[in-house]
Structure formats: structure tokens, C-alpha cells
């Protein structure tokens, strides 16, 4: 069994919006931090936003893409992380997927590499049409 699992993706018209869900399968989230990253074809994967969680508090990142578009949340009782994602635009179609940081410190890199992730989910597509 896979460690993460991601769901929500779709097809959506431009400025529609998906919420994806990534559930840890095997463990509670507990304070790890979660990454969302997609990768288009012909493009590298890339990260997208990012959740570092320490007791009730959250400190959230995001590419400069996505920013005002997408939120990240975590709901720890469902050991699931969401990407809410708005305003949709065509360039957002791409496999999505979620991994675990491999350090606390995770989220800070997570838009410049993705070698501080692992445990990699499936993925989820999305895809969004003009």
C-alpha cells in the first residue's frame, strides 16, 4: 500500500476551482511537513505549495504562480492535506501530487527542488480548459 494517496483532480473550465485531498494511508500526519508539486508534459516537476505543521500551527508556502489562487490546509483528524485550488487557468493542468518532507525545514526548498520530498503519492490530474 501506497503512503499517500491523492483524489480530487479533474477536468474544469478556466477560472473553475478543484479541491485535491492527499491522505496518509499508513500514519497520522503528526507534524510532517506535505508538499504539493505537478509536473505537465514535457516539463519537470515542480512545487506548487507546501504545509509545515507544528502543534495547531501551520506555516504554508506557495510558488509565485499559484499565489492568491491556492491554499493549502491540513485537517490532522482525517490525516489529510488539501489544496484548494481557484481561479483556475489553463497552464494548472498537470499531474499533481503530494510528499512527505524528510526534514522539518522541507517546505523551504520544496519551490527550488523536490529531493526533500519523498514518500510520493500517485498523483492526481487536472486538467483545465480555456
Known amino acids: 500500500q501506497v503512503e499517500l494517496v491523492e483524489s480530487g483532480g479533474g477536468l474544469v473550465q478556466s477560472g473553475g476551482s478543484l479541491r485535491l485531498s492527499c491522505t496518509r494511508s499508513?500514519?497520522?500526519?503528526?507534524?510532517?511537513?506535505i508538499g504539493w508539486f505537478r509536473q505537465a508534459p514535457g516539463k519537470e516537476r515542480e512545487g506548487v505549495s507546501c504545509?509545515?505543521?507544528?502543534?495547531?500551527?501551520?506555516?504554508?508556502y506557495y510558488t509565485d504562480s499559484v499565489k492568491g489562487r491556492f491554499t493549502i490546509s491540513r485537517d490532522s483528524a482525517k490525516n489529510t492535506v488539501f489544496l484548494q485550488m481557484n481561479s483556475l487557468k489553463p497552464e494548472d493542468t498537470a499531474d499533481y501530487y503530494c510528499?512527505?518532507?524528510?526534514?522539518?525545514?522541507?517546505?523551504?526548498?520544496?519551490?527550488?527542488?523536490?529531493?526533500?520530498?519523498?514518500?510520493w503519492g500517485q498523483g492526481t490530474q487536472v486538467t483545465v480548459s480555456s
Open positions: 510528499a512527505i518532507g524528510i526534514w522539518g525545514g522541507a517546505c523551504t526548498t520544496f519551490h527550488y527542488t523536490i529531493t526533500d520530498f519523498d514518500s
Open positions: 504545509i509545515s505543521s507544528s502543534g495547531d500551527s501551520d506555516r504554508t
Open positions: 499508513k500514519s497520522s500526519l503528526g507534524n510532517v511537513a
